[in-house]
């Protein structure tokens, strides 16, 4: 059988000249970043292909079907991988690079491979911006927002170049369709070429070995089956930590992108050091009479000498040997500047972290996920009678009922079939009222069955976000005045001492 195929194809061969590659010194888990970022890479393609089956990309759809594929436990779950596949994929790209950058595995005759390879993580960084970009929530929006306002800010080509990636003027359907196609077509086609373009130098010159002054002296490996195992191996556990870290911290769904609103926007950890940076310089040096605008050059002239001086450290690098010692100059200058982006990733995050802290805050990811169904219903409602339907009965507690739990419960606690319990008419909120201070603070999730329907969502925790005596109100709200409801009120006291 594998004769017949051969015969005709002579794949087997090929696979066999494949695996049978030299490896200088043998096997090492040095050498799995490469092949690992591969695997990643792999892992996005596939998550990705089944992602566009879902998303529609539009400024009237992109949201709303990232909503829907959030709501189905299998496409979140495919999400959550391409999410976790992204951050994997670029920590294994800085990582592969490092490796190349300490083992000096740069050197001639690999320059054009190390060239190939910084294109290829600019690459993977322009999908992670376009991608990031995709939701259509508040953060996507203003993270974008961010970005493509520092492409306007590049000398001469800036503002032509910011209009075609936005697509206009300011960002809509045509910026979501510019990120799209560049995120599912044009970046993914030249990382392909460009990784096979780096594997066919690869192979050209083969590995490069341990860091040795005579490699003539190094005991010969091979490819298969040693390495081949250790790559694997290896790649094996990065997809379980995707897997594992997809299931247990899936990425947060914010409300649809609203540019009248204010927001604080979040960028993926990998920019994070580049807004450290801008949030670090002041806005403008002053020389005398000489005023520098200092937000290009965090932006764009920094980054861009940096990117310079990468691409050519193989020829930066003059020493003859691969040895530590002739390259301890390198050696520390990459040390000090891995450094620096650490601290300024840290900067990036505690400046953040205090403006969003001042900031409005994003509503739970729940009530994000329910929210469009019920404003549905409730829109038209409203519109055709002219009155609040929580008009009926007034007091703190319906106010507060109709601005957090109305979303969810119905304007008159009449819930939604499925979804949302009733609260009118329901016995457990007219029965103990501890057990009902007890969901409020704490949230619920766990089945429940109200007059007969069985419930299984999300109920939000409380605690924090209203005050005792907004509980207590609401509390007091719901199981006296909806529907039928008639039960004792809920006094403060009895939200503060509650005691599970
Ligand atoms: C994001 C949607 C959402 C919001 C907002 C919300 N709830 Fe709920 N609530 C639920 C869901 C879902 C359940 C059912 C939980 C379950 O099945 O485990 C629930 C259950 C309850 C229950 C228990 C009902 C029972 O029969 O056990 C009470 C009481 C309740 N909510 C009160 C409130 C109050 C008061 C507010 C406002 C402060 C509120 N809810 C806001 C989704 C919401």
């Not at 460009?194 to 002296?217: E, T």
């Not at 924090?464 to 005045?481: C, H, P, Q």
Request: proline letters at 8%; aromatic letters at 12%; one cysteine or more.
């Amino acid at each position: 059988m594998l004769n017949w195929i051969e015969k005709r194809t002579g794949f087997i061969s090929m696979a066999q000249e494949f695996l049978t590659e030299d490896v200088p010194g043998g096997a090492s888990y040095w050498y799995v970043f490469g092949s690992a970022t591969l695997f990643a890479m792999m892992v996005q393609i596939v998550t990705g292909i089944f992602l566009t089956f879902f998303y529609a990309p539009s400024a009237a759809t992109a949201w709303e079907s990232t909503r829907a594929i959030y709501l189905n436990p299998y496409t979140h779950f495919l999400l959550a991988v391409h999410y976790w596949g992204a951050s994997a994929m670029i920590a294994l790209v800085f990582l592969h690079l490092l490796q190349v950058l300490i083992f000096g595995a740069y050197k001639a005759p690999r320059e054009l491979q190390w060239v190939v390879g910084v294109i290829l993580l600019l690459v993977t960084l322009v999908l992670g911006l376009t991608g990031y970009l995709l939701p259509w929530d508040m953060d996507a929006y203003f993270a974008s927002q961010v970005s493509l306002n520092i492409v306007g800010l590049a000398p001469i080509a800036g503002p032509v170049l910011q209009h075609i990636a936005q697509g206009g003027g300011s960002m809509g359907t045509a910026t979501i369709n510019r990120f799209f196609g560049l995120h599912v077509w044009l970046m993914p086609a030249v990382l392909v070429l460009l990784v096979g373009a780096h594997l066919a130098i690869f192979r050209h010159n083969g590995s490069a070995g341990p860091v040795v002054d005579d490699p003539r002296r190094l005991k010969p490996g091979r490819f298969w089956p040693d390495q081949f195992f250790m790559d694997g191996a290896f790649s094996l556990i990065v997809f379980i930590i995707i897997c594992f870290l997809a299931f247990v911290a899936p990425p947060y769904l914010d409300e649809k992108a609203n540019p009248t609103k204010f927001f604080v926007p979040y960028p993926a950890w990998y920019f994070l050091s580049l807004f450290g940076l801008l949030a670090l310089v002041p806005p403008e040096i002053h020389f005398g009479p000489l005023v520098i605008g200092t937000e290009l050059i965090a932006t764009i002239v920094g980054p861009t000498i940096f990117l310079i001086v990468i691409l050519l450290i193989p020829w930066i690098d003059r020493s003859r040997t691969r040895s530590f010692g002739a390259r301890s100059g390198l050696l520390w200058s990459t040390a000090i500047v891995i450094g620096a982006i650490i601290a300024l990733t840290a900067y990036g995050q505690i400046t953040t972290m205090i403006k969003q802290a001042a900031a409005p805050a994003s509503p739970p990811e729940s009530a994000v996920l329910a929210a469009p169904a019920a404003a549905a219903e409730a829109a038209p409602a409203a519109g055709a009678s002219g009155a609040s339907p929580a008009s009926a009965v007034t007091g703190p507690g319906a106010s507060t009922f109709a601005a957090n739990c109305a979303t969810c419960h119905g304007a008159q606690g009449q819930g939604s079939p499925g979804a949302f319990p009733p609260l009118a008419d329901n016995p457990v909120v007219t029965g103990d009222p501890t057990k009902v201070i007890g969901i409020v603070l704490n949230g619920l999730h766990e089945p429940v069955t109200v007059n007969g329907q069985s419930y299984n969502g999300q109920m939000p925790p409380w605690k924090g976000t209203l005050t005792n005596k907004e509980i207590a109100d609401v509390i007091t709200y719901i199981r006296g005045s909806l529907g039928n409801n008639k039960a004792s009120a809920v006094t403060e006291a009895q939200v503060a001492g509650y005691k599970p």
